[in-house]
Protein backbone atom coordinates (compact mmCIF):
# COMPACT_ATOMS: atom_id res chain seq x y z
CA UNK A 1 0.00 0.00 0.00
CA UNK A 2 1.41 3.37 -0.59
CA UNK A 3 2.37 5.23 2.72
CA UNK A 4 -0.38 8.15 1.91
CA UNK A 5 -3.66 5.92 1.30
CA UNK A 6 -6.55 7.50 1.42
CA UNK A 7 -5.05 10.71 3.07
CA UNK A 8 -6.36 14.24 2.38
CA UNK A 9 -3.28 16.93 1.95
CA UNK A 10 -3.18 20.89 1.17
CA UNK A 11 -0.25 22.28 -0.58
CA UNK A 12 -0.08 25.79 -0.76
CA UNK A 13 1.68 27.30 -3.35
CA UNK A 14 1.63 24.57 -5.21
CA UNK A 15 1.60 25.70 -8.88
CA UNK A 16 5.48 25.14 -9.30
CA UNK A 17 8.87 24.55 -7.68
CA UNK A 18 9.36 22.62 -4.34
CA UNK A 19 5.04 22.99 -3.86
CA UNK A 20 4.36 21.28 -7.16
CA UNK A 21 6.86 18.30 -6.57
CA UNK A 22 5.25 17.96 -3.44
CA UNK A 23 2.08 17.51 -4.71
CA UNK A 24 2.78 15.32 -7.96
CA UNK A 25 4.54 13.23 -4.77
CA UNK A 26 1.80 12.79 -2.23
CA UNK A 27 -0.64 11.80 -5.26
CA UNK A 28 2.03 9.25 -6.09
CA UNK A 29 2.23 8.12 -2.37
CA UNK A 30 -2.32 8.05 -2.15
CA UNK A 31 -3.27 10.92 -0.92
CA UNK A 32 -5.95 13.08 -2.09
CA UNK A 33 -4.43 16.59 -2.75
CA UNK A 34 -5.63 20.16 -2.90
CA UNK A 35 -3.44 22.62 -4.08
CA UNK A 36 -3.34 26.61 -4.08
CA UNK A 37 -1.85 29.16 -6.27
CA UNK A 38 -2.61 33.29 -6.98
CA UNK A 39 -2.80 32.72 -10.54
CA UNK A 40 -5.54 30.70 -12.06
CA UNK A 41 -3.60 30.12 -15.45
CA UNK A 42 -0.63 28.41 -13.48
CA UNK A 43 -3.01 26.91 -11.30
CA UNK A 44 -4.84 24.90 -13.93
CA UNK A 45 -1.31 23.83 -15.53
CA UNK A 46 -0.75 22.65 -12.38
CA UNK A 47 -3.44 20.09 -12.00
CA UNK A 48 -3.32 19.17 -15.50
CA UNK A 49 0.32 18.10 -14.65
CA UNK A 50 -0.49 16.15 -11.82
CA UNK A 51 -3.19 14.36 -13.18
CA UNK A 52 -5.72 12.59 -11.17
CA UNK A 53 -6.60 13.24 -7.42
CA UNK A 54 -6.08 17.17 -6.99
CA UNK A 55 -7.67 19.99 -6.92
CA UNK A 56 -6.77 23.55 -7.57
CA UNK A 57 -8.05 26.33 -5.31
CA UNK A 58 -7.40 29.67 -6.45
CA UNK A 59 -6.22 32.36 -3.42
CA UNK A 60 -3.85 34.18 -1.58
CA UNK A 61 -2.48 32.87 1.57
CA UNK A 62 -2.19 36.66 2.72
CA UNK A 63 -6.13 37.11 2.68
CA UNK A 64 -7.83 35.49 5.30
CA UNK A 65 -10.97 35.03 2.84
CA UNK A 66 -9.01 32.84 0.48
CA UNK A 67 -7.87 31.04 3.08
CA UNK A 68 -11.38 30.59 4.55
CA UNK A 69 -12.54 29.52 1.27
CA UNK A 70 -10.15 27.26 0.20
CA UNK A 71 -11.03 25.02 3.73
CA UNK A 72 -14.97 25.50 3.14
CA UNK A 73 -14.30 23.92 -0.11
CA UNK A 74 -11.77 21.22 1.34
CA UNK A 75 -14.64 20.36 4.50
CA UNK A 76 -17.00 20.01 1.38
CA UNK A 77 -15.17 17.70 -0.55
CA UNK A 78 -13.68 15.73 2.17
CA UNK A 79 -14.50 16.42 5.61
CA UNK A 80 -11.60 16.29 7.42
CA UNK A 81 -7.29 17.07 6.69
CA UNK A 82 -4.16 15.02 7.36
CA UNK A 83 -1.71 17.05 5.91
CA UNK A 84 -1.19 20.38 5.69
CA UNK A 85 1.92 21.78 4.06
CA UNK A 86 2.72 25.90 4.15
CA UNK A 87 5.09 25.67 1.38
CA UNK A 88 3.79 29.39 -0.19
CA UNK A 89 6.22 32.16 0.09
CA UNK A 90 8.41 34.66 -1.59
CA UNK A 91 12.18 35.64 -2.11
CA UNK A 92 13.71 38.98 -2.86
CA UNK A 93 17.30 40.34 -2.16
CA UNK A 94 17.70 43.47 -0.08
CA UNK A 95 20.92 44.91 1.24
CA UNK A 96 20.96 46.19 4.53
CA UNK A 97 21.00 49.43 4.43
CA UNK A 98 18.32 49.76 1.67
CA UNK A 99 15.73 47.55 2.94
CA UNK A 100 12.72 49.41 2.44
CA UNK A 101 8.95 48.99 4.23
CA UNK A 102 7.59 47.58 1.08
CA UNK A 103 10.28 44.62 1.21
CA UNK A 104 9.98 43.98 4.74
CA UNK A 105 6.36 43.45 4.72
CA UNK A 106 5.93 41.46 1.42
CA UNK A 107 8.14 39.23 2.24
CA UNK A 108 6.76 38.79 5.92
CA UNK A 109 2.84 38.87 4.82
CA UNK A 110 3.24 36.01 2.79
CA UNK A 111 5.87 33.79 4.91
CA UNK A 112 5.25 34.12 7.76
CA UNK A 113 1.62 35.98 8.37
CA UNK A 114 0.57 33.44 5.27
CA UNK A 115 2.06 30.52 6.73
CA UNK A 116 0.69 30.97 10.37
CA UNK A 117 -2.85 31.65 9.22
CA UNK A 118 -2.81 28.58 6.60
CA UNK A 119 -2.40 26.05 9.54
CA UNK A 120 -4.52 27.55 11.96
CA UNK A 121 -7.65 27.73 9.46
CA UNK A 122 -6.45 24.03 9.01
CA UNK A 123 -7.38 23.24 12.60
CA UNK A 124 -10.77 22.49 12.72
CA UNK A 125 -10.04 20.36 9.81
CA UNK A 126 -6.73 18.72 10.76
CA UNK A 127 -7.32 15.24 12.07
CA UNK A 128 -5.90 14.30 15.75
CA UNK A 129 -2.43 12.77 14.76
CA UNK A 130 -2.24 14.97 11.72
CA UNK A 131 0.84 16.73 10.45
CA UNK A 132 1.95 19.79 9.51
CA UNK A 133 4.26 20.62 7.51
CA UNK A 134 6.51 24.16 7.12
CA UNK A 135 8.95 24.98 3.88
CA UNK A 136 11.59 26.56 5.54
CA UNK A 137 15.29 27.32 4.05
CA UNK A 138 18.84 27.10 4.95
CA UNK A 139 18.80 30.71 5.33
CA UNK A 140 17.42 31.12 8.53
CA UNK A 141 20.80 29.48 9.62
CA UNK A 142 23.12 31.00 7.52
CA UNK A 143 24.05 34.80 7.09
CA UNK A 144 23.82 35.39 3.50
CA UNK A 145 24.76 38.50 2.34
CA UNK A 146 21.69 40.99 1.29
CA UNK A 147 19.20 38.25 2.05
CA UNK A 148 18.01 39.08 6.02
CA UNK A 149 14.85 39.61 5.63
CA UNK A 150 14.38 36.22 4.02
CA UNK A 151 15.90 34.94 6.61
CA UNK A 152 14.61 35.76 9.21
CA UNK A 153 10.88 35.10 7.76
CA UNK A 154 12.43 31.74 8.02
CA UNK A 155 13.87 31.55 11.35
CA UNK A 156 10.35 32.53 12.30
CA UNK A 157 8.68 29.01 10.43
CA UNK A 158 11.48 27.08 13.02
CA UNK A 159 10.12 28.83 16.07
CA UNK A 160 6.34 28.38 15.28
CA UNK A 161 7.02 24.90 14.94
CA UNK A 162 8.14 24.44 18.39
CA UNK A 163 5.65 26.46 19.57
CA UNK A 164 2.78 24.62 17.53
CA UNK A 165 4.29 21.19 18.89
CA UNK A 166 3.35 22.29 22.58
CA UNK A 167 0.29 23.90 21.94
CA UNK A 168 -0.62 20.61 19.41
CA UNK A 169 0.29 18.35 22.14
CA UNK A 170 -2.97 17.06 23.32
CA UNK A 171 -4.01 16.44 19.65
CA UNK A 172 -0.70 14.88 18.62
CA UNK A 173 -0.36 16.69 16.08
CA UNK A 174 3.44 16.99 14.64
CA UNK A 175 4.76 20.26 13.18
CA UNK A 176 7.88 19.93 11.03
CA UNK A 177 10.10 22.38 8.88
CA UNK A 178 11.99 21.33 6.23
CA UNK A 179 15.38 23.89 5.14
CA UNK A 180 16.51 22.71 1.75
CA UNK A 181 19.47 24.55 0.25
CA UNK A 182 19.49 26.01 -3.33
CA UNK A 183 16.88 24.14 -5.21
CA UNK A 184 16.16 24.99 -8.94
CA UNK A 185 13.23 26.29 -8.81
CA UNK A 186 11.16 29.31 -11.44
CA UNK A 187 11.69 31.42 -7.93
CA UNK A 188 15.39 31.15 -8.02
CA UNK A 189 15.38 31.45 -11.52
CA UNK A 190 13.70 34.69 -11.25
CA UNK A 191 16.33 35.94 -8.97
CA UNK A 192 19.28 38.11 -9.99
CA UNK A 193 22.69 35.88 -10.53
CA UNK A 194 25.02 37.96 -8.51
CA UNK A 195 22.37 37.25 -5.45
CA UNK A 196 21.85 33.37 -6.16
CA UNK A 197 26.39 33.31 -6.41
CA UNK A 198 26.05 34.57 -2.86
CA UNK A 199 23.65 32.39 -1.83
CA UNK A 200 25.09 29.52 -2.62
CA UNK A 201 28.81 30.46 -1.44
CA UNK A 202 27.79 30.09 2.11
CA UNK A 203 27.47 26.36 2.48
CA UNK A 204 29.49 23.38 0.80
CA UNK A 205 27.57 23.16 -2.62
CA UNK A 206 28.13 21.01 -6.14
CA UNK A 207 25.06 21.95 -8.10
CA UNK A 208 21.91 23.56 -7.93
CA UNK A 209 19.11 20.45 -6.24
CA UNK A 210 15.81 19.42 -8.44
CA UNK A 211 12.83 19.99 -6.34
CA UNK A 212 12.15 16.31 -5.69
CA UNK A 213 15.56 14.61 -5.16
CA UNK A 214 18.66 15.45 -3.76
CA UNK A 215 21.67 15.80 -6.21
CA UNK A 216 24.38 14.37 -3.58
CA UNK A 217 23.26 12.33 -0.85
CA UNK A 218 24.68 14.74 2.01
CA UNK A 219 22.61 17.31 1.38
CA UNK A 220 19.52 16.40 3.60
CA UNK A 221 21.51 15.04 6.48
CA UNK A 222 18.35 12.75 7.83
CA UNK A 223 15.70 12.10 5.76
CA UNK A 224 12.59 14.32 5.36
CA UNK A 225 10.50 13.49 8.31
CA UNK A 226 7.08 11.56 6.64
CA UNK A 227 4.06 12.56 7.69
CA UNK A 228 3.31 8.80 8.99
CA UNK A 229 6.05 9.63 11.38
CA UNK A 230 5.39 9.72 15.19
CA UNK A 231 8.57 12.32 15.19
CA UNK A 232 7.65 15.78 15.90
CA UNK A 233 8.93 19.29 15.70
CA UNK A 234 11.79 18.33 13.66
CA UNK A 235 14.02 20.21 11.67
CA UNK A 236 15.60 18.34 8.38
CA UNK A 237 17.99 20.88 7.16
CA UNK A 238 21.02 21.15 4.36
CA UNK A 239 22.78 23.57 6.27
CA UNK A 240 24.98 21.33 8.00
CA UNK A 241 25.49 18.22 10.06
CA UNK A 242 22.37 19.09 12.67
CA UNK A 243 19.18 17.86 12.98
CA UNK A 244 16.80 19.17 15.95
CA UNK A 245 14.02 17.46 18.09
CA UNK A 246 12.93 19.12 20.29
CA UNK A 247 9.85 16.77 20.84
CA UNK A 248 8.46 17.60 24.32
CA UNK A 249 6.88 14.47 25.04
Known amino acids: MSKLQGKVAVVTGGTEGIGLAI ?90 KGALFTVQKALPFLVDGGSVILVGSVASLKGTASFGVYGATKAALRSFARTWTTDLKDRRIRANVLSPGPVKTPLADRQPADAIARLVSTIPWVGWE ?40
Open 210 to 249: SPTRSQRPRCFWRPMIPASSPASSCSPTAAGDRYEDSDPR
Open 23 to 112: AKLFVEEGARVFITGRRQRELDEAVKAIGNDVTGIQGDVTRMADLDRLYEAVGRAKGRIDIVVANAGVAEFAPFGDISEEHFDKLFDVNV
